[in-house]
């Protein structure tokens, strides 16, 4: 993926023990703080790649599921058990609001 391209990155998480639902965006053209991070996991790990070569399958008992939208990408499912390092990373920076 393209980072330097605008649009916006959306992030759906629910399920989990309490079955919550949690949803996050972020405007790659903002001059929000998060948007280097965020563009650098993009552009670094090629996430739109890893997502649609995740494992499908139901979540786990009690666990998360995440809906993933990147620019000018269907959105994609992923169960918790199948987020990697970088995805953890993106469902973080954009559903807390925090670069940490």
Do not use: K
């Not at 998480?13 to 996050?24: C, P």
């Amino acid at each position: 993926m393209d980072a330097g391209a605008a649009g916006r990155v959306e992030v759906r998480r629910s399920g989990g023990f309490i079955g919550r639902t949690a949803t996050g965006s972020l405007d790659l053209a903002s001059d929000d703080p998060r948007v280097p991070a965020v563009r650098a996991l993009l552009e670094a790990d090629d996430l739109a790649a890893a997502l649609a070569a995740a494992p499908s399958g139901p979540p786990h008992p009690d666990r998360f599921v995440y809906t993933f939208t990147l620019p000018g990408h269907p959105p994609y499912t992923v169960a918790d058990q199948h987020l990697t390092p970088a995805l953890h990373r993106l469902a973080d920076l954009v559903l807390t609001g925090t670069d940490r």
